[in-house]
């Protein structure tokens, strides 16, 4: 780093500035090079990590990947048991598992990251708010409190029924279910930083609200957010796969793990298969967030050494 500097000490206009981007990108380096150390040494977090990878690779080139159409019937191959042939087996309309698990992964990915999003803009402003002006503090989290009140699965069936049922409603309640407790999260985060010092210190240098929201305290409540996001992902896809099983999420013909599960419950006796395989499909992916969930927090943990 020395031998980089030097050539700028005959400029001191130019050497203060050039050495305080070395330090600051040195530090940068550093600080993604600690988490990323800790965070590879969580070997349940890698596996989360790969096998989401593998799931997101799989959706998004099902049409080239899958074996067969996505719709392609055959009633002569119906019911038919796993094998080389079919991977997972047929359904009752003699249509290839597997490939209906590959476009289905785009449509429970695509549910619970529309949902995660929704839930995130909506969460970070609501516990933003809440925790950094006192008086709306108040009705805010009152109001999480009632939909805390109801369980997640339930608050979304409510939004449903009012919302009525489809595809897109079912992502933005389950939206809605998911975030009371992201704001909760959030809002704990913020009034941990108004009152440091630096914040005082700036808000009275006379710095606008917003701009000490958006350059000090968001950026100061990143990891708990990242952690949050990855763990809510897998309770969405969870609660929209829910919702499909119950006829209130995508509907037949869709490919979702959800609506599978649910069109299989029929031939339980005599298809295991086709019930057994979306099923474990939506455990490994939840599961899989969890577990990275649980790796990011370690890693962003300030109190970790």
Same mark, same amino acid.
């Given at each position: 780093?020395?031998?980089?500097?030097?050539?700028?000490?005959?400029?001191?206009?130019?050497?203060?500035?050039?050495?305080?981007?070395?330090?600051?990108?040195?530090?940068?380096?550093?600080?993604?090079?600690?988490?990323?150390?800790?965070?590879?040494?969580?070997?349940?977090?890698?596996?989360?990590?790969?096998?989401?990878?593998?799931?997101?690779?799989?959706?998004?080139?099902?049409?080239?990947?899958?074996?067969?159409?996505?719709?392609?019937?055959?009633?002569?191959?119906?019911?038919?048991?796993?094998?080389?042939?079919?991977?997972?087996?047929?359904?009752?309309?003699?249509?290839?598992?597997?490939?209906?698990?590959?476009?289905?992964?785009?449509?429970?990915?695509?549910?619970?990251?529309?949902?995660?999003?929704?839930?995130?803009?909506?969460?970070?402003?609501?516990?933003?708010?809440?925790?950094?002006?006192?008086?709306?503090?108040?009705?805010?989290?009152?109001?999480?409190?009632? =939909?805390?009140?109801?369980?997640?699965? /339930? %608050?979304?069936?409510?939004?449903?029924?009012? @919302? #009525?049922? +489809? $595809?897109?409603? *079912?992502?933005?309640?389950?939206?809605?279910?998911?975030?009371?407790?992201?704001?909760?999260?959030?809002?704990?985060?913020?009034?941990?930083?108004?009152?440091?010092?630096?914040?005082?210190?700036?808000?009275?240098?006379?710095?606008?609200?917003?701009?000490?929201?958006?350059?000090?305290?968001?950026?100061?409540?990143?990891?708990?957010?990242?952690?949050?996001?990855?763990?809510?992902?897998?309770?969405?896809?969870?609660?929209?796969?829910?919702?499909?099983?119950?006829?209130?999420?995508?509907?037949?013909?869709?490919?979702?793990?959800?609506?599978?599960?649910?069109?299989?419950?029929?031939?339980?006796?005599?298809?295991?298969?086709?019930? =057994?395989?979306?099923?474990?499909?939506? /455990? %490994?992916?939840?599961?899989?967030?969890?577990? @990275? #969930?649980? +790796? $990011?927090?370690? *890693?962003?943990?300030?109190?970790?050494?």
């Amino acid at each position: 780093m020395n031998s980089e500097l030097t050539k700028y000490s005959a400029d001191p206009d130019v050497q203060i500035p050039v050495i305080e981007q070395e330090i600051k990108r040195g530090h940068s380096q550093s600080h993604w090079s600690m988490l990323w150390k800790r965070f590879s040494k969580n070997g349940a977090a890698i596996s989360g990590l790969l096998f989401l990878s593998v799931i997101i690779i799989l959706a998004v080139f099902a049409p080239v990947i899958a074996p067969y159409p996505l719709d392609q019937i055959n009633f002569e191959e119906r019911l038919l048991k796993p094998s080389a042939t079919h991977l997972f087996g047929t359904d009752d309309f003699g249509r290839d598992i597997f490939t209906r698990i590959l476009y289905g992964g785009r449509v429970s990915l695509m549910m619970g990251l529309i949902s995660v999003t929704i839930c995130v803009v909506l969460g970070v402003t609501l516990g933003v708010v809440a925790g950094y002006y006192r008086k709306l503090d108040m009705y805010i989290m009152q109001l999480m409190d009632i =939909l805390m009140s109801f369980p997640s699965l /339930l %608050l979304a069936i409510v939004v449903i029924a009012v @919302l #009525g049922v +489809g $595809l897109t409603n *079912a992502m933005i309640a389950v939206a809605i279910s998911q975030i009371p407790q992201f704001v909760r999260v959030v809002r704990s985060a913020v009034l941990t930083l108004r009152e440091k010092e630096y914040i005082e210190a700036v808000r009275a240098l006379g710095i606008r609200d917003y701009q000490i929201l958006l350059k000090h305290v968001i950026p100061n409540i990143l990891s708990p957010m990242i952690v949050m996001t990855a763990l809510i992902f897998g309770d969405c896809i969870l609660a929209a796969s829910a919702l499909s099983f119950l006829g209130l999420g995508a509907q037949p013909p869709d490919p979702e793990w959800g609506a599978m599960v649910m069109e299989s419950r029929v031939f339980l006796n005599q298809a295991w298969w086709m019930s =057994l395989f979306p099923g474990l499909v939506i /455990l %490994l992916v939840v599961l899989s967030f969890n577990m @990275l #969930g649980d +790796g $990011l927090r370690d *890693a962003l943990d300030p109190k970790q050494k």
